[in-house]
């Protein structure tokens, strides 16, 4: 069976992702900042939990020595923090600095530690959980931090898109809606199940012809 390495396996959409891969017979590795408090993760039956910050080059690269030349089929960037809600004239840089640290930079770090393990792979994918809030087409005055480290996100994801397409990559960005998460808050109208099953679904049937694609969860194009 293919083999999936989620980021911000502990909760949230992460978990979510790893229980539905787990449950269609997947070797699924979750990877998560503290396994030892990350308990709906570790109880997944079959799961292997691995410790990540994705914020720290050194601990990514201590889950690249774990994993070795393992085949990654599909390595899915979910791990992500709203850094700051409030916006201008209240602007926090450490905030900020540390959402790209978060959302921009460890996703890249990801892909480039791993490269080599996903084209080994036969689906050759990766996935980047970014947002629409990330749409330069859609922008709304709010949300400064999060909003301008989606957009990095997904024009580094572009960049690497072209740039590895030669090799066989298909790297998708997704908008997974606004899911009932810790952070999408506990009325947001999207639950985790229905958000990651659209996802699972598009991922199951991606080719290279979706390299370099902005999706919602259930599969509409979104503007740049
Ligand atoms: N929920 C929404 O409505 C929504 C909408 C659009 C996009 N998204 C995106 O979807 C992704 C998942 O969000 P969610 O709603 O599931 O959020 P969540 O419930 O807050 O979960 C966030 C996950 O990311 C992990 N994480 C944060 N910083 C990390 C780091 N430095 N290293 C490793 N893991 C880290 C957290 O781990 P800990 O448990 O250790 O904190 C947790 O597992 C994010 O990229 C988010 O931006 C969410």
Not at 51 to 58: H, I, K, R, S, T
Not at 133 to 139: H, N
Not at 182 to 207: C, E
Request: proline share 4%; charged share 15%; hydrophobic share 45%.
């Amino acid at each position: 069976m293919p083999t999936i390495l989620i980021t911000g396996a502990s909760r949230g959409i992460g978990l979510e992702f790893a229980n539905q891969f787990t449950a269609d017979g997947w070797t699924v590795i979750g990877a998560c900042r503290n396994p030892g408090e990350a308990e709906p993760v570790s109880a997944i039956g079959g799961i292997e939990v691995h410790e990540l910050d994705v914020d720290d080059g050194a601990s990514v690269m201590a889950l690249k020595q774990a994993l070795g030349d393992r085949r990654i089929d599909v390595l899915l960037n979910n791990a992500g923090i709203i850094g700051q809600r409030s916006g201008f004239g209240t602007l926090n840089y450490d905030a900020w600095a540390g959402a790209m640290n978060t959302n921009v930079f460890g996703p890249m770090r990801m892909a480039e530690a791993f490269a080599d393990n996903v084209m080994a792979s036969n689906r050759k994918q990766m996935v980047f959980i970014s947002s629409r809030m990330g749409s330069i087409a859609e922008t709304n005055p709010n949300a400064y931090v999060y909003r301008s480290s989606k957009t990095a996100l997904n024009m580094a994801v572009r960049c690497m898109s072209i740039e590895l397409a030669g090799r066989g990559l298909t790297a998708v960005l997704f908008h997974p809606g606004h899911v009932s998460t810790d952070m999408g808050g506990a009325s947001a109208p999207v639950t985790p199940l229905r958000s990651v099953a659209g996802m699972k679904q598009q991922i199951l049937g991606f080719t290279q012809a979706d390299n370099g694609r902005f999706l919602t969860f259930d599969g509409d194009e979104i503007p740049w």
